[in-house]
């Protein structure tokens, strides 16, 4: 297996090169790989364990969990390649400039045009496996490595479970059917592996992973090999499992599985997550708390993620922030040295509409501007001003405004400016080594996704009054008036509800996988290109192309052995 990462313009996973030029080893070398990766500080201090040969490791405790924490530092890309570019600017959340200056990789995963041959497609393959791989030897290993404690031994077995687990999940929403690998295997053997069916993997892999995962203790119960604390280290513990199993049932109670028992198992896990005594303590409770949540210290770091991925500065850092703007150079009060993507990647102008209501007490959402996004900035001596154009707009209610229609998404970057407006004294840049080198983590579940789920499942059940009284908590903390709670139609509830989870996780790389669920994507993205009058690329919407194609160097290891996705059969 060969990482090869090439990198235009200083940025990752946007290459501008012709899609020929891909030359990626296929993930079948795995088995053979030696090589070395980063890791998040709070991860990882020592050599990951893929750079010794496994039958030499794993011997003993200290061993073990170097090894878990390799398979954590194997995320880092993450955020970047699947949560940004292959959910966000596929979604109705953003809106990616269909003619870039160059070749672009978002610019064709938003428009529908990208094909088997994209780079990007294949390192997250790549990078899904590389979880799946070392999850398996560490979970070969790690029950005959001598431990002290055999608590310590069932935590570090579950997390990688939990890790496998997660990871054959996104696998599956990405690509569907994929090849499943449950235990170390040579070259030789993974190259006759064929694709396993999405719904097998789900249910004979998934769920059972997360299953015994769900073992795990609290994170305040959770311990390093040396038996110290780790409840602020932001590794997956029993309230993340349980979480990500909700999520899968959710998933399978949705297109295109529409499995009606999954729907009453995701009722019974979601109740199980949220009565539980541990879920109070991941609610804001306020909006400055809500907003604090993103800011990259210590007292906030996993405060009110259920579970997230680690990114710190020094070399392990989110390397998503840095592709989020389509600007190059900032302000200085927003940032003292780093530049920025100048990727042509914009909030979605409907989006922006909602930001843009005000309330009856005379404020807007405060998840919007001057948090979540921005329309603009003044210049000054490095930076030139920014200000995104308007457009009038007919909204879906018959009323019409201007809206902008090139703001920037804004959420997760710790400006100076934002962390001055919080009352919060730190500097987010330091130990920066470059400018894809943040230290903001990004939440993969959150307990408002949680409850927004719950109350999908109670108003598909016709309790749309109890649904909305949950979809008015998290509106009312975000300075939004509160909807009508009693007579809503399950239709309506359900529109309120999709909604709220549009705003609420904007950037956190959700919003593609609900459409998808909601069996929406098709419908949803049409009429965006109808409002951006680019009704062309509808034709681009072909039908199976809610999951991206099977990489072709994954199709061209031993031809014959996969089934491309439909949509991308020649």
Not at 50 to 79: N, W
Not at 171 to 198: C, H, W, Y
Request: proline share 4%; net charge negative; hydrophobic share 35%.
């Amino acid at each position: 297996y060969e990482i090869t990462t090439r990198l235009v313009g200083s940025e990752m996973c946007i290459r501008d090169r012709q899609r020929t030029m891909l030359k990626l080893k296929n993930i079948i070398w795995l088995a053979a790989l030696v090589v070395t990766i980063s890791s998040c500080d709070d991860y990882l201090d020592t050599p990951p364990v893929d750079k010794i040969t496994s039958d030499g490791f794993y011997q003993t405790q200290a061993q073990s969990e170097q090894g878990i924490l390799g398979i954590y530092a194997d995320l880092r890309q993450a955020s970047n390649c699947m949560y940004w570019f292959m959910s966000e600017c596929r979604s109705d959340v953003a809106w990616v400039e269909p003619n870039p200056d160059a070749f672009r990789e978002y610019s064709e995963i938003g428009t529908f045009r990208a094909t088997d041959d994209m780079a990007m497609f294949n390192d997250t393959w790549n990078m899904w496996y590389k979880v799946i791989y070392d999850a398996n030897v560490a979970i070969s290993k790690i029950p005959s490595a001598s431990f002290d404690s055999e608590s310590i031994r069932n935590q570090f077995l579950n997390e990688a479970y939990f890790l496998r687990g997660w990871a054959y999940f996104e696998l599956v929403r990405l690509f569907g059917n994929v090849p499943m690998v449950d235990r170390p295997m040579s070259p030789s053997e993974i190259k006759s592996v064929k694709q396993s069916t999405a719904v097998d993997i789900l249910n004979n892999r998934v769920i059972p992973d997360l299953k015994k995962s769900e073992d795990l203790p609290y994170k305040a119960d959770m311990q390093d090999a040396n038996g110290a604390k780790i409840d602020k280290k932001g590794r997956a513990d029993k309230m993340a499992a349980k979480a990500m199993l909700a999520r899968v049932y959710m998933t399978l109670a949705g297109y295109p599985y529409n499995d009606t028992n999954a729907k009453s198992l995701a009722k019974t896990q979601l109740e199980n997550v949220l009565d539980d005594s541990h879920a109070a303590a991941y609610w804001a409770p306020s909006l400055e708390e809500w907003q604090k949540q993103w800011m990259p210290t210590d007292a906030y770091y996993n405060k009110y993620s259920i579970f997230a991925i680690q990114y710190r500065t020094g070399g392990t850092g989110n390397p998503a922030i840095f592709n989020m703007l389509p600007v190059k150079i900032v302000p200085e009060d927003w940032s003292k040295n780093y530049n920025f993507s100048q990727n042509s990647i914009y909030v979605e102008k409907t989006l922006m509409h909602e930001f843009d209501r005000e309330y009856s007490n005379g404020k807007k959402d405060g998840r919007g501007y001057n948090f979540g996004v921005m329309a603009g900035f003044a210049g000054d001596a490095v930076a030139p001003e920014y200000q995104s154009p308007s457009e009038l707009m007919t909204f879906e209610d018959g009323t019409t405004g201007n809206v902008y229609t090139k703001a920037m998404f804004y959420k997760m970057i710790p400006t100076k400016t934002k962390i001055a407006s919080l009352g919060m004294s730190f500097d987010a840049e330091s130990g920066m080594k470059k400018y894809d080198d943040w230290g903001v983590n990004l939440p993969i579940i959150r307990i408002e996704d949680m409850k927004l789920l719950y109350a999908e499942i109670l108003a598909s059940e016709g309790n749309t009054a109890d649904a909305m009284k949950i979809v008015n908590e998290i509106r009312e903390r975000a300075n939004c008036d509160p909807r009508t709670e009693t007579g809503v139609s399950v239709e309506d509830a359900m529109k309120y509800i999709k909604l709220e989870r549009k705003i609420e996780f904007m950037g956190e790389g959700i919003r593609w996988f609900d459409q998808v669920r909601y069996g929406t994507w098709k419908e949803d993205t049409e009429a965006k290109f109808e409002r951006y009058n680019f009704t062309e690329l509808k034709a681009n919407l072909k039908e199976g192309r809610y999951l991206y194609p099977i990489p072709m160097n994954q199709m061209n290891v031993t031809p014959g052995l996969y089934v491309q996705n439909e949509g991308y059969k020649n």
